[in-house]
């Protein structure tokens, strides 16, 4: 069974700023998909990244980038010049063929004006 | 292009009360997923289906859930009947293909139990 751990429950970043999410899986896989979903206050999920495990190239989506180390198990999610729309809660959850999405407890992100 | 659609978005029970609830995929994806989401948590996977079969059914509790795609589309999620510890968001999402692909979600609906 996968485990997810997101060790940051609450995070804080003023406006135009950079903040980092951290997450760490566990998985005996060697072939997977990792994601990050927002949530915001409207409830719905939505996705903001995705990674394959089999790329070494880090994935970017305009200002969101993560830092995926396979051999820690380690994707955190990087948002730079954060924005008010960025307020959310952000999941973590790696897939594997065969599994099920898992997601971690999530980090409540605050951006501040 | 559609997004996942769902409904009703909020609904209040008493507790031993029925309630069901559906959701609509994107068009064209096979998969489709039902979540619940108890508050301060991430989703948890109740159900998915290929198609209109089961996948995987393994954390649904059977004696008061139970769920059906007809027709390998829409697809309504029943509770009956429901207890205080149901309060939660169920999710509903699909992905086009079951394995690695994204998964894109619906607003979900929010059930209260009293």
New interface residues.
């Given amino acids: 069974a996968q485990t997810?751990t997101q060790s940051q429950p609450e995070m804080s970043v003023q406006e135009a700023e950079t903040v980092t999410l951290s997450c760490t899986y566990d998985t005996s896989e060697s072939n997977?998909?990792l994601?990050w979903?927002k949530q915001p206050p409207?409830?719905?999920?939505?996705?903001v990244i995705?990674q394959?495990a089999y790329k070494q190239q880090n994935a970017t989506e305009n200002r969101f980038s993560v830092n995926f180390q396979k051999a820690a198990k380690s994707f955190s999610l990087k948002i730079s010049d954060s924005q008010l729309g960025d307020t959310a809660m952000y999941?973590c959850?790696p897939?594997t063929?065969g599994s099920?999405?898992t997601?971690?407890?999530?980090t409540q992100l605050t951006v501040n004006p | 292009e559609a997004g996942v659609a769902q409904s009703p978005r909020y609904k209040i029970i008493e507790k031993r009360q029925s309630v069901a609830f559906w959701c609509n995929p994107i068009s064209g994806h096979a998969t489709l997923?039902w979540y619940q989401q108890i508050l301060?948590?991430?989703?948890?996977?109740l159900i998915?289906f290929q198609n209109n079969g089961v996948v995987?059914d393994s954390q649904l509790p059977k004696d008061r859930f139970s769920a059906e795609r007809l027709k390998g589309v829409d697809s309504t999620l029943k509770i009956q009947p429901a207890k205080l510890e149901d309060s939660a968001?169920y999710?509903c999402?699909s992905s086009l293909e079951i394995?690695?692909d994204?998964?894109?979600?619906?607003?979900?609906t929010?059930l209260t139990v009293l």
């Fill in positions: 997810v997977y998909y994601f979903y409207s409830r719905q999920m939505i996705l995705r394959e999941f959850a897939y063929s099920r999405l997601f971690g407890e999530g | 997923y301060g948590q991430g989703p948890k996977l998915q995987d968001v999710l999402a394995g690695t994204t998964q894109y979600f619906g607003p979900g929010r």
